[in-house]
């Protein structure tokens, strides 16, 4: 009768610590796929904040070189934007239109 009782004890024991096992693969994996799927939309909002940056960026740009004076209030904002466009990574080419933009007088 002990061996029953033991040999039912062990095979529980077993059981259970299989499936603790299977769960923790399963919550692992899902972890996994989550943190990917997070690291993915991360940088598709990385790039299309990237690309809006630079659309308004050179709005500003072709704007205030055409009016060849820019308004304090426009060029804090594009201290701002242009601050955030280089901190995502942007190109060069914003870089010399900030030095084209520093030029202007501020009114």
Same mark, same amino acid.
């Given at each position: 009768?002990?061996?029953?009782?033991?040999?039912?004890?062990?095979?529980?024991?077993?059981?259970?610590?299989?499936?603790?096992?299977? =769960?923790? *693969?399963?919550? *692992? /994996?899902?972890?996994?796929? /989550? *943190?990917?799927?997070?690291?993915?939309?991360?940088?598709?909002?990385?790039?299309? =904040?990237?690309?809006?940056? /630079?659309?308004? =960026?050179?709005?500003?740009?072709?704007?205030?070189?055409?009016?060849?004076?820019?308004?304090?209030?426009?060029?804090?904002?594009?201290?701002?934007?242009?601050?955030?466009?280089?901190?995502?990574?942007?190109?060069?080419?914003?870089?010399?239109?900030?030095?084209?933009?520093?030029?202007?007088?501020?009114?």
């Amino acid at each position: 009768m002990n061996y029953l009782i033991t040999g039912a004890v062990s095979l529980t024991v077993g059981l259970l610590s299989f499936v603790v096992q299977q =769960l923790y *693969k399963d919550n *692992k /994996r899902l972890r996994e796929n /989550r *943190k990917q799927a997070n690291t993915t939309k991360e940088s598709a909002i990385k790039e299309a =904040l990237c690309c809006l940056l /630079r659309v308004q =960026l050179i709005e500003y740009h072709d704007k205030y070189m055409e009016l060849g004076e820019i308004p304090s209030y426009a060029y804090q904002n594009w201290v701002m934007m242009y601050g955030a466009y280089h901190d995502l990574g942007g190109n060069g080419m914003i870089t010399k239109m900030d030095e084209e933009i520093k030029k202007l007088t501020i009114k």
